[in-house]
């Protein structure tokens, strides 16, 4: 009778072992992923009130909103984002989401909109340059070295110098160089 009591200890203790790692497996299983969907944060002290009806939902005063349209527009996005996060009080993720899908306002006052940019060097140029209406917008030494260069087949060293006097991008010069007149070369 003694054995007989001893395999029943030994039987009921292997199953409370049994159950007791199936529980510890069981919590060890790895889960599936839940699907994440995108809920906006509530307004927490770091946000700025949007209390002021002109100032938009981020509260962002026109002079701002000016200044990062000019830096978008100038592909600085970091310190687009900085600004955006310095006036709004948002976070880094919701700033750069908020900069990534930034449209150039149409509204901002125009004098924080202004480039430090001289008239040759804007980056608002006129739809139709042909060469003769660049040519006569450049200093005529500048103009003579370019018909000198394109007349000579060095239409890099043309690129660049209407490059550095214009200050048009590569592919709206490299167009107007192989648009170039031939003859006006010296």
């Known amino acids: 009778m003694d054995a007989v009591l001893w395999i029943i200890a030994i039987v009921v203790g292997l199953i409370v072992v ?6 510890a497996l069981r919590g060890m299983r790895p889960k599936l992923p839940e699907p994440q969907v995108f809920t906006p944060s509530p307004t927490t002290a770091r946000t700025a ?12 005063t026109p002079t701002v909103i ?13 310190h687009a984002i900085k600004l955006y996060r310095d006036h709004s009080g948002v976070g880094l993720k919701e700033a750069k989401d908020r900069i990534e899908h930034w449209s150039v306002s149409t509204t901002a006052p125009h004098l924080a ?5 001289t008239a040759t060097r804007s980056s ?3 739809t139709a340059m042909t060469p003769s209406s660049v040519r006569a917008s450049l200093p005529p030494s500048v103009a003579t070295e370019i018909d000198r260069m394109v007349a000579g087949d060095s239409a ?6 209407l490059r550095q006097h214009t200050g048009l991008g590569l592919k709206e010069s490299k167009e107007l160089i192989e648009a170039w007149p031939r003859t006006h070369a010296s």
């Open 124 to 126: 608002i140029t006129p």
């Open 66 to 78: 000016a200044e990062i349209d000019r830096l978008v527009s100038a592909g600085q996005k970091i």
């Open 18 to 23: 049994v159950a007791i790692l199936a529980v």
């Open 49 to 60: 009130p949007a209390s002021s009806a002109s100032a938009s939902v981020s509260g962002l």
């Open 156 to 161: 890099i060293a043309a690129i660049k110098t």
């Open 113 to 117: 909109a202004v480039s430090n940019a």
